[in-house]
């Protein structure tokens, strides 16, 4: 059974930084195409960033773009999200979301396989 499992969300201030975690475990994950997505209060789930199994290609949203970095360590099984000069409008739910085998569709929520919990990530001004 595949499991993603987010860590590393908190309160932080406007400006301030957070690095967000997901372990895997269950499948191959070195063939796995890894994603961030977010979901704030009362909004629909949408896309944040991606990566692909080989670190080869990334995708970003266009508000995460130049701020946000995705990032895998295919020996530690974990995908990271370094956010930077974080926003209020940033605060949401974070969900780890893996596509064994990759995905045609690396940046839309059909695309993806398993999802984690989420975690919490809350930006006060």
């Known amino acids: 059974q595949v499991q993603l499992v987010e860590s590393g969300g908190g309160l932080v201030q406007a400006g301030g930084s957070l690095r967000l975690s997901c372990a895997a475990s269950?499948?191959?994950?070195?063939?796995?195409?890894m994603g961030w997505f977010r979901q704030a209060p009362g909004k629909e789930r949408e896309f944040v960033a991606s990566i692909t199994w080989n670190k080869r290609l990334t995708y970003y949203s266009d508000s995460a773009k130049g701020r946000f970095t995705i990032s895998r360590d295919n020996g530690k099984n974990t995908v990271y999200l370094q956010m930077d000069s974080l926003k209020p409008e940033d605060t949401a739910v974070y969900y780890c979301?893996?596509?064994?085998?990759?995905?045609?569709?690396?940046?839309?929520?059909?695309?993806?396989?398993?999802w984690g919990r989420g975690t919490q990530v809350t930006v006060s001004p």
């Open positions: 979301a893996g596509a064994p085998g990759g995905t045609t569709r690396p940046t839309q929520q059909p695309g993806y396989d398993y």
């Open positions: 269950g499948h191959t994950f070195s063939t796995t195409t």
